[in-house]
């Protein structure tokens, strides 16, 4: 008998527990897949799944499904053709038919986003689900000619428990928002998330918007807000609006208050010293006030344009005001860390951070450097742009001295910092970093270090290669005796390793845990000297961003005849990849004789592509601002057609139908779109680029096709 008994399955685990399984599946085409076992693993599926994006062409509703029942979070953004309005704007009946199929498709959405190109969506869409709460609205083209205010009206007056709303991405002017938070009070009150930042914003938020959405949301718990802190500008953010801020709304945990020019991709120039002509008009009390205010703070950005001096009183505030902070960015601050002897002061006391981002601080060097990283150990992500007067030495220290926690580093815009110089002051985080930006600025270790006078071997027992001082002023003194001891033996180590690597200082540890890179280059250079300077062995590399900067009018020609995207190669697990090009200015027609135009640069930068074994590809074209274009040219469209593994290709900007045609070539593509996500979008939807009709002979033709999985 016991010979016949039935082995044990997987089915015969209870309901409960295998739908507790299917559920930890975060993965879409693993849930698919485990969906496709058997009858009752797809009930489960379909029961467990709570977010779903739709990316379907709108009109055809017969394929619109109708099995994901529990869908709470909804993603509707996304819907092809993109950029087209989801619900006509010229039949309001059938307007009203898609929303009722989208609510009986999806009937306890809780959750929306939405691309909102005309009012029809906010008014017939949020309406068909009265306890919305959570609701992000995008549009990238110009926003509707209406009166201020009205847009919001709409959604506000059908979304009566709206709790969380984000405008991030959404074209709009900062004189809509007031208007509909004071006809709408009750929704205002509600709001515990408010995300108004926004980079269309021409000059962001002033004075008096803020003290009427602060007013109109005491109960705001995230706010996020673009503002105008110039001091040149009618209304500019001071005094008066940090306090109203603390006073209106004492529950906040989430505040970011960033300059509306700190929100564009603009690279500074590493030579500036980092001070502006003109001071911030907000006070250092002004501040302690502030953070005395906020208690509950979690997470704070301020993102200034002009000098705020002499900032340490009011950071060391932070430690003892709120307690509960773990993310701080200061941008355009001065005096952050100004440490005497062995004395920390400024943020470097703020010892519960673990994210911290320092931009244009213009009197921080390495010795305010190393004393962050003694006092916040606990840091787990640190970014640092803009500062001149950081080394090698400095932030080799800092990485020495948060090896344990430090797993993401952004270096960026620091004049003594390219990309070897960068690679080779984190050496000490080298094992254990999975997260990483530099600028591939092409310096060299030795030629770095013989500018600033310094060895590979910082030893922290001294001080511009003198002994350590045993008094209180000393540089030794600001270490502990046990420190002294961790910091000395590992630095042996360090230097035991240069002596024995080969001539590009580099030893043969590999970055073993690094999974994203993200870079940045100018217009011409190249690629290929990534390896040479450090990240030779990445075993573990899976998406690399790669952002490519300048003005190509001033080039004749580039150097070589490909970037070097084949240097990327050697990473074997690398599957996914962002290649922006958007910020390269050039001739997109015919170009002035001995230039190229745009066609032959994206020739220069995608060459080589087709080697990669990538799965997803976002790429941005070049563009000519002169007339506001960013098109997939002839030879582009001709080198991705031999990505022939790739599954997801987002283009962000347009293309000739003909064009799209050569991707069909690529045997396993399942997902491709244009997506013309960039200020102002076009409006001009009869080119032969845009036509909505153009997009679905495109997608038909993609999905008519057989996919092997």
Same mark, same amino acid.
């Not at 002033?206 to 802190?229: G, H, Q, S, W, Y």
């Not at 001709?638 to 031999?642: A, D, I, K, R, V």
């Given at each position: 008998m016991a010979a016949l008994a039935r082995p044990t399955i997987i089915n015969d685990l209870p309901d409960v527990i295998l739908s507790n399984i299917i559920t930890a599946v975060s993965d879409v085409r693993s849930r698919n897949a485990a969906a496709l076992v058997c009858r009752k693993w797809l009930v489960l599926e379909r029961a467990t799944r709570t977010s779903l994006t739709l990316r379907g062409n709108i009109r055809d509703l017969f394929m619109l499904p109708t099995c994901f029942r529990s869908v709470t979070h909804l993603d509707l953004s996304l819907v092809s053709p993109w950029g087209h309005p989801l619900l006509p704007p010229r039949a309001a009946s059938n307007s009203i038919l898609i929303a009722h199929l989208l609510r009986h498709a999806f009937p306890i959405v809780t959750s929306l986003i939405v691309y909102a190109r005309s009012p029809h969506t906010l008014q017939f869409l949020p309406v068909q689900w009265p306890h919305l709460k959570y609701i992000k609205l995008v549009r990238w083209h110009q926003r509707p000619q209406l009166a201020s205010g009205d847009e919001f009206n709409l959604l506000f007056q059908g979304c009566p428990q709206l709790g969380s709303l984000d405008l991030s991405t959404f074209y709009c002017w900062t004189d809509d928002i007031p208007p509909a938070l004071e006809l709408n009070p009750l929704v205002a009150g509600n709001l515990t998330v408010f995300n108004l930042m926004n980079a269309s914003f021409s000059e962001g938020f002033?004075?008096?918007?803020?003290?009427?959405?602060?007013?109109?949301?005491?109960?705001?718990?995230? $706010?996020?807000?673009?503002?105008?802190?110039d001091p040149m500008y009618i209304g500019f953010v001071g005094d008066e609006a940090l306090v109203c801020i603390s006073t209106n709304c004492p529950k906040l945990t989430v505040l970011h208050l960033a300059d509306t020019s700190t929100l564009s991709n603009c690279r500074t120039d590493p030579d500036e010293e980092g001070f502006t002509t003109d001071d911030a008009k907000f006070s250092v009390s002004t501040l302690i006030e502030v953070f005395s205010g906020l208690s509950l703070l979690e997470e704070l950005v301020l993102d200034v344009c002009n000098n705020v001096r002499d900032s340490g009183p009011a950071l060391e505030i932070l430690n003892t005001k709120c307690p509960k902070l773990r993310s701080l960015k200061l941008g355009q601050f001065?005096?952050?860390?100004?440490?005497?002897?062995?004395?920390?002061?400024?943020?470097?006391?703020?010892?519960?951070?673990?994210s911290l981002s320092i931009r244009n601080v213009g009197d921080l060097d390495d010795m305010g450097l190393i004393a962050i990283g003694r006092g916040c150990s606990r840091l787990a992500k640190f970014e640092i742009q803009s500062c001149k007067k950081i080394t090698m030495r400095g932030m080799r220290t800092l990485a020495s001295l948060l090896w344990k926690s430090l797993v993401d580093v952004r270096i960026s815009c620091c004049k003594n910092l390219g990309a070897s110089s960068s690679l080779k002051a984190l050496e000490p985080i080298q094992e254990r970093i999975q997260r990483l930006h530099i600028d591939c600025v092409w310096d060299s270790v030795e030629e770095i270090e013989n500018i600033n006078g310094v060895e590979y071997g910082f030893d922290l027992n001294k001080t511009n290669g003198g002994e350590a001082s045993t008094h209180g002023n000393g540089?030794?003194?600001?270490?502990?005796?046990?420190?002294?001891?961790?910091?000395?033996?590992? #630095?042996?180590?360090?230097?035991?390793?240069?002596? #024995?690597?080969?001539? #590009?200082?580099?030893?043969?540890?590999?970055?073993?845990?690094?999974?994203?890179?993200?870079?940045?280059?100018?217009?011409?250079?190249?690629?290929?000297?990534?390896?040479?300077?450090? $990240?030779?062995?990445?075993?573990?590399?899976?998406?690399?961003?790669?952002?490519?900067?300048?003005?190509?009018?001033l080039w004749s020609k580039p150097s070589e005849r490909a970037f070097g995207l084949s240097t990327l190669l050697r990473y074997h697990k690398l599957v996914k990849m962002h290649l922006d090009c958007g910020d390269i200015i050039g001739y997109a027609h015919t170009a002035p004789s001995g230039q190229m135009d745009l066609s032959l640069w994206e020739r220069f930068y995608l060459f080589g592509i087709g080697t990669l074994n990538l799965k997803e590809l976002d790429y941005w074209p070049p563009q000519d601002r002169d007339v506001n274009q960013r098109s997939l040219s002839l030879p582009a469209a001709?080198?991705?057609?031999?990505c022939i593994t790739l599954r997801k290709l987002f283009i962000h900007g347009t293309a000739h139908e003909h064009f799209m045609m050569f991707l069909l070539r690529i045997p396993d593509l399942r997902d491709v779109q244009l997506r013309e996500d960039y200020y102002p979008a076009p409006e001009n939807d009869m080119s032969t680029e845009m036509r909505s009709d153009s997009l679905s002979r495109f997608e038909a033709a993609l999905n008519r096709r057989q996919i092997c999985d």
């Open positions: 002033k004075t008096d918007e803020i003290r009427v959405i602060t007013k109109c949301c005491p109960n705001l718990k995230e $706010l996020k807000l673009a503002c105008m802190f001065h005096g952050v860390s100004m440490p005497i002897g062995s004395k920390l002061d400024g943020v470097a006391l703020c010892q519960g951070l673990k540089f030794g003194d600001t270490f502990g005796s046990m420190d002294d001891d961790i910091m000395f033996n590992r #630095n042996k180590r360090c230097k035991y390793e240069e002596d #024995n690597s080969h001539g #590009n200082g580099f030893g043969g540890r590999t970055w073993d845990r690094l999974q994203y890179l993200s870079l940045w280059i100018g217009v011409g250079d190249l690629l290929t000297p990534l390896a040479a300077a450090g $990240l030779e062995h990445c075993p573990n590399l899976e998406e690399i961003k790669i952002r490519v900067e300048g003005d190509c009018r001709g080198l991705l057609q031999e």
